[in-house]
């Protein structure tokens, strides 16, 4: 643990004297703490009928990789209808079933690695790893749901985001190369929202990952240190949210009736890792660390829940990613040949 981290964090419990609002018993009260925050910040999940379809439109070997390569199409529903989006999928040679890293992604959906998707690193611990763009199923634009009238609990993209990712695992449950016991949802600040909100409602994530997720993610409002607020994220990304989100807790972020932790607790007893960089003050290093410190109890094995720090700034690294990778083996998800 970074010193600078924990002094920062025991800075934030003395100054910032906002009560940390205790959870809900998660194990009686889980759908209520899921329902509270679909309702008040992110938007419900759709549900309306649409066409639940995967087609794989490609298929071919990649030798530098060692690995199976597979585009599949897939089917989603957003907050303007039915969109098709494709996931890259590669699958080490070598191996029956492997555990399944899905990463959202930044960039557009290319079959190439780069540096938040270290795609060699992955395969060489015997695991897969699909990746899709988040903007192939929803533009990243405020205004891109003005055309559509909504209601106060109405699903914003972070939800949108998040219902795609689940429907790459209705894929994979139907993918012989893939453990679906052991799939893993990572994501990277707006995208480390997402995956927390995915990983929270689907129980078939094993794993969710939150790295620099910041405000609305994997970090306490009430131990905020300088970083986003809430005025000012659902301000610029109103898109992201249901529109409760700023008409009910703008400008409160030291007195919710809630916190990001309940919604962390709620990934237990499943796998759950939290990862800052010491120099993203943005999303507030000491309030993550805070919010893994209080999301703990939640999980009677203390293994199934990892924080870590690294030193730099807002990014998704090849240092989080060997985090997160030891972080799986140490809970045996991977095998040998």
């Not at 106060?152 to 689940?166: N, T």
């Not at 970083?227 to 030291?254: C, M, Q, V």
């Amino acid at each position: 643990m970074n010193l600078r981290i924990f002094l920062a964090a025991i800075l934030a419990c003395a100054f910032c004297r906002a009560e940390v609002k205790t959870p809900p018993q998660l194990n009686k009260n889980r759908a209520e703490v899921l329902s509270f925050f679909a309702k008040n910040v992110y938007g419900k999940m759709p549900e309306a009928s649409f066409v639940r379809e995967a087609k794989v439109i490609k298929t071919e070997k990649v030798p530098e990789f060692s690995a199976t390569r597979k585009i599949v199409r897939i089917n989603t529903l957003t907050p303007l209808g039915e969109k098709a989006f494709n996931a890259v999928c590669y699958f080490p040679d070598g191996f029956e079933k492997t555990p399944v890293f899905i990463y959202i992604s930044f960039r557009p959906s290319t079959e190439t690695a780069n540096s938040r998707w270290p795609i060699a690193e992955i395969l060489a611990r015997g695991a897969s790893t699909v990746s899709f763009c988040y903007e192939d199923v929803l533009k990243d634009k405020a205004d891109v749901l003005s055309c559509i009238e909504r209601k106060d609990d109405s699903w914003g993209a972070i939800s949108a985001w998040a219902f795609a990712a689940s429907r790459v695992v209705d894929y994979l449950e139907t993918e012989s190369l893939a453990d679906a016991s052991k799939i893993a949802i990572v994501g990277h600040s707006r995208l480390g929202k997402t995956a927390l909100w995915a990983g929270a409602n689907d129980k078939r994530f094993a794993m969710t990952v939150a790295n620099n997720s910041g405000c609305f993610g994997a970090r306490l409002h009430s131990r905020n240190l300088y970083g986003e607020s809430i005025e000012r994220i659902t301000n610029f990304f109103p898109h992201w949210f249901a529109p409760n989100a700023g008409k009910l807790w703008s400008g409160k972020d030291y007195s919710l009736p809630f916190d990001q932790h309940w919604l962390v607790a709620a990934v237990s007893p499943r796998l759950m890792a939290i990862g800052s960089a010491l120099d993203d003050w943005w999303a507030c290093p000491p309030g993550e660390m805070a919010c893994w410190e209080y999301s703990a109890p939640a999980w009677k094995d203390r293994s199934c829940i990892n924080y870590h720090v690294r030193p730099g700034e807002h990014e998704l690294t090849s240092v989080d990613w060997k985090e997160y990778l030891d972080f799986a083996a140490r809970n045996k998800w991977f095998s040998a040949k």
